[in-house]
């Protein structure tokens, strides 16, 4: 029985594959758990079509990060903090402090998309990696001040 499927199943196929199963396997697992739709003619173009729309909206947004890459590669994001004596800061500055700061320059960037190799614990300046993909990353400078 040919099926498509709606989301990856494990050893099985990825999503929007047209395979071919056992009726069994599709009656008693795939179709109750919303896995899987009976492959027709008319939902095999519908999900064509929908590969297509989503293919394009893809292509949209990587060129959408691209440009905030490009607007944000190089930037200085500074911290004013209170420290202690031989330059250690009283916390720290992590991921989610400075998507906080991005933010309130101006970039939608979130503090998943932030890495850091570990959390900032000393005065000076570093660096950060804005990372959307594998291709897509710039890199900024951190620096922390002393209040």
């Known amino acids: 029985m040919k099926v498509i499927l709606k989301q990856d199943v494990k ?8 395979i071919n199963v056992a ?9 109750p758990k919303r896995l899987a739709l009976e492959a027709t003619e008319k939902r095999a173009q519908e999900f064509e079509h929908l590969k297509k ?45 400075i998507a ?9 960037i979130e503090r998943r998309d932030v890495h850091l190799e570990e959390p900032i614990k000393i005065l000076g300046q570093h660096k950060a990696m804005i990372r959307f993909s594998e291709e897509l990353f710039a890199e900024i400078v951190v620096s922390v001040e002393r209040n």
Not at 11 to 18: A, D, P, T
Not at 85 to 96: A, M, Q
């Open 100 to 108: 906080r700061e991005l933010e309130k320059m101006g970039f939608d």
């Open 23 to 31: 009726k069994g396997f599709a009656r008693n697992f795939l179709f």
């Open 53 to 97: 729309v989503a293919e394009a909206k893809k292509k949209k947004a990587i060129g959408e990060r691209k440009q905030v890459l490009d607007s944000i590669s190089g930037k200085i994001v500074t911290f004013k903090v209170n420290a202690g004596e031989n330059e250690k800061l009283f916390g720290s500055i992590s991921n989610v402090d």
């Open 11 to 18: 050893n099985v196929g990825k999503v929007g594959e047209i």
